[in-house]
């Protein structure tokens, strides 16, 4: 099985940093993927990390280290429109994707 | 243009009656998925599909049925054995190759009463 675990609720402030952090245990890891939910909307896909180390795509960027169980998510310069939850995907090599409940971020002026 | 299409968008049920949710892509994906979103929940998975006529059960199969005839087309019956059916759906397909992102349907709200 697989479990995946990411906080809950987060709250920041306009113009901040902040990172949002999954940890999973599961078989077959093949990646893990960071998709991007607004309320009543589908997922939209923000990024991808099967290797060690940090991908850095504009204000975003996603962390991974294989050997522990880890991710994160880190938001930059937050704006008012990036209040929305934030879904950790494991993808295993069985071509299943596992989403965690996600991390609902809420962004204040 | 490419996409991935659900329709409805809300559906309104009395109990005890099958209901069958449509998901149509043309992105030419092999894999195509069901999920199933409580409020304030995650995606949970219903079934998969890596290749026409055949598909495989989800963390939550129980209750619903799938079929995959065509490529382009995954519909998902929510059967009357499905206790708590009322959630938001949601469909996605995407590639086989590994690390290709899901692309997803714009959901379906379905509703029993």
């Known amino acids: 099985g697989q479990n995946i675990d990411q906080p809950t609720e987060m709250t920041a402030t306009e113009g901040a940093i902040v990172q949002i952090n999954c940890t999973y245990q599961?078989?077959?890891?093949?990646?893990l993927f960071w998709y991007q939910q607004h309320a009543g909307e589908a997922p939209t896909f923000l990024s991808y990390n099967v290797l060690d180390g940090l991908e850095e795509k504009g204000r975003f960027s996603s962390f991974l280290s294989r050997s522990k169980g880890y991710s994160y998510l880190l938001l930059k310069e937050l704006q008012m429109k990036d209040s929305a939850s934030y879904l950790c995907a494991v993808e295993t090599n069985a071509g299943k994707s596992t989403f965690g409940d996600g991390t609902t971020l809420t962004v204040k002026p | 243009d490419g996409g991935i299409t659900q329709s409805p968008k809300y559906l309104f049920r009395k109990e005890g009656q099958n209901v069958t949710l449509s998901c149509e892509q043309n992105l030419n994906h092999d894999a195509m998925y069901w999920y199933r979103q409580d409020p304030g929940q995650g995606l949970r998975l219903i079934y998969y599909?890596?290749?026409?006529?055949?598909?495989q059960k989800g963390d939550i199969a129980e209750g619903y049925s799938v079929s995959r005839e065509k490529k382009e087309s995954f519909p998902l019956t929510v059967t009357s054995a499905q206790k708590n059916p009322t959630a938001f759906y949601l469909c996605?397909?995407?590639?086989?190759?590994?690390?290709?992102?899901?692309?997803f349907g714009q959901g379906t709200r379905l509703t029993v009463v």
């Open positions: 996605a397909s995407k590639g086989t190759r590994s690390g290709t992102e899901a692309f």
């Open positions: 599961t078989s077959g890891f093949n990646g």
């Open positions: 599909s890596q290749i026409v006529n055949d598909f």
